[in-house]
Structures are given as structure tokens and as C-alpha cells.
């Protein structure tokens, strides 16, 4: 007789206080006693509820200190959750505006209307069009993309920031890290392989 053990985890806030539910914290000890590990959801830190463009995978964000995955990985390490059962969210998808004009292409940059969330694979794609302007925003360690012409423009990750952040996980000596989700990567598996290419 074969006996498959059984694993326990849970898809879980960003940080350990949930700030939407009057501060309530998840119950750490209980969660390092009973569950294999927690995948804590390292995006969709803007979307669709704002008005400016903003990097929903923000590794770090001066803007905002407390909403980013740096913050995010600290509060949870520091409430006392073992870092072996901590799995950092990679997003394979991005999200994405419509400019109110090119007076301001970058990060916060106002927006007239919330366009889409955006597969990665369709990202390359987008990017491909000559009048698209593609930046690496090394503050945030994400990437985005707009369009001159339509003024739609897309913050994500690229196969170098997904990359350093996999490189800042195993910094943080944390169990390992999940993507969200692998069917949006490219035909090449661009962003899987990158995290297999960082030291």
C-alpha cells in the first residue's frame, strides 16, 4: 500500500496584516504549525480601482513604503512566520491603462480609463508595434510599455525583473517562490526560464 502525504497551503495577503479587514492578522503560529507553506500574493498592487498608472509587482516602491513586496516579505518574516513556508508570487501578466496624454508616460502618470490585465504573451506582442516606448524602472524593479498612438500603456515584469526578484527570494532565504500563472507566460516560457537563470 502507497501512502501520498498530504500538503496544506494557502494563497495568502501580501503581508500579515490584513489592512481591508479592521487590521486583522493572520494567525502565524497556527500557520507555521499546520500548513506546508503560504503563497503570498506578490501583485496586483494597483489595478483597476485607480486613476494613474502605477507597477502592480512593485519589488519596492518609494511612493507607497507599505505596498510593495519588499514591505510585504519583511511583514510577514518579521510577524514570526518561518521563512521555509513563505512562497513569494511572481505575476505573469500585466496591467494596464489609458494615458490621459503624453505629457507623463511614467509611474502615476494620470490615466482617462482602465484598459485590461495582459498576458505576458500578449505583452511581447504588444510590444512589438514601432510605436510603442518599452522602460525599465529600476526603482520599482518592473518594466512598462506605451503606445503613442493609443495611449495605452502596461506595467509587468520581463524576464530580467522577474529575475532579480527570484535573486531577492533566495536573499530572504524564503521556501521558493509561485507564477501567476505559467499559462500567460510567452511561446518561449520567457519569464519560467528566467527564474531558473538567476544565482
Avoid at 45 to 56: L, N
Wanted: hydrophobic share 35%; with cysteine.
Amino acid at each position: 500500500m502507497v501512502i501520498c502525504p498530504t500538503l496544506i497551503a494557502a494563497a495568502v495577503y501580501y503581508q500579515a496584516t490584513l489592512i481591508y479587514e479592521q487590521n486583522q492578522s493572520y494567525n502565524i503560529s497556527a500557520i507555521n504549525s499546520y500548513l506546508d507553506w503560504v503563497n503570498v500574493m506578490a501583485y496586483g498592487y494597483h489595478g483597476s480601482w485607480e486613476s494613474q498608472t502605477g507597477e502592480q509587482t512593485a519589488l519596492y516602491d518609494p511612493s507607497r513604503p507599505n505596498l510593495n513586496t519588499d514591505y510585504g516579505v519583511s511583514n510577514w518574516l518579521s510577524s514570526g512566520l518561518d521563512a521555509t513556508k513563505l512562497l513569494m508570487g511572481l505575476a505573469f501578466y500585466g496591467t494596464s491603462w489609458v494615458l490621459s496624454s503624453l505629457n507623463n508616460t511614467g509611474i502615476g502618470a494620470p490615466t482617462s480609463s482602465y484598459y485590461e490585465d495582459i498576458t505576458y504573451s500578449d505583452i511581447v506582442t504588444f510590444n512589438t508595434n514601432s510605436s510603442v516606448i518599452v522602460v525599465q524602472d529600476n526603482t520599482t524593479v518592473c518594466m512598462y510599455s506605451y503606445n503613442t498612438a493609443s495611449l495605452v500603456w502596461i506595467g509587468y515584469d520581463s524576464p530580467t525583473t522577474i529575475a532579480s526578484k527570484v535573486q531577492y527570494a533566495k536573499n530572504k532565504s524564503v521556501g521558493g517562490y509561485f507564477a501567476w500563472n505559467l499559462a500567460q507566460d510567452d511561446g518561449n516560457w520567457s519569464l519560467a526560464k528566467a527564474g531558473n537563470r538567476s544565482e
